[in-house]
């Protein structure tokens, strides 16, 4: 009886992973020739499809992954879309660290960490909050995958300068909190001040 249970258990999954492996194929399918019936006309759409497909060939074949992220890239730059250059940019990053480029993953990463947290500095100067958030988060999650402390702490500082903006303050406290943790940890002296500067203002806003 047990044999069965588990002759049925091995059924059920080979089965659920056939079909998985179908559903892929069929949309990678539909991407490709997607991909056939579009011009440069409509770089918008030509990005997006080459980068599903990145992301679709990523495990299980990562240098096709590679081809069609770096397609989506130079179309993003050459039409001036940043939004798809920067998940492009870390789409080129996922193919090479599955392709056991480490050095090369690693620096498609930071270049799309740099990139976001310029963008977030821009909008921020210019008092487009919202902006900022947008870009600040970005460059947060690309901060934690590379494990990159003092620049979460950098992230968390201006994230909170962003949403004191807004006059969302337990937001900005929040942020201002995690900035200061993180600069303590690191003997940072004058960045935690900083932070500790910024939270004080948020204290003084609220009254």
């Known amino acids: ?48 499809a080459h980068n599903a497909l990145a992301w679709s060939y990523r495990d299980i074949r990562p240098d096709s992954a590679l081809y069609h992220a770096n397609s989506a890239l130079k179309l993003a730059r050459r039409n001036g879309y940043v939004d798809q250059e920067i998940q492009s940019i870390n789409y080129v990053g996922v193919a090479y660290r599955n392709l056991s480029n480490f050095s090369k ?58 949403y004191k903006g807004i006059a969302e303050y337990g937001q900005a406290e929040l942020y201002f909190k995690q900035a200061i943790e993180i600069r303590k940890e690191q003997g940072d002296l004058y960045g935690q001040l900083a932070s500790e500067i910024d939270l004080a203002e948020v204290y003084l806003l609220q009254g």
């Open 105 to 162: 993953a690693f620096e498609k990463y930071l270049e799309a960490l740099k990139l976001s947290i310029n963008l977030g500095n821009l909008y921020l100067y210019q008092t487009n909050f919202h902006g900022a958030i947008k870009y600040f988060i970005q460059a947060l999650d690309q901060a934690q995958s590379l494990a990159d402390k003092r620049m979460v702490a950098y992230c968390f500082l201006n994230l909170g300068r962003s």
């Open 1 to 48: 009886m047990m044999k069965y249970r588990y002759y049925l258990c091995f059924l059920l999954l080979s089965f659920m992973t056939l079909t998985g492996t179908f559903s892929q194929e069929r949309e990678q399918d539909s991407l490709r020739h997607l991909l056939h019936q579009l011009d440069e006309t409509e770089p918008e759409k030509l990005i997006e």
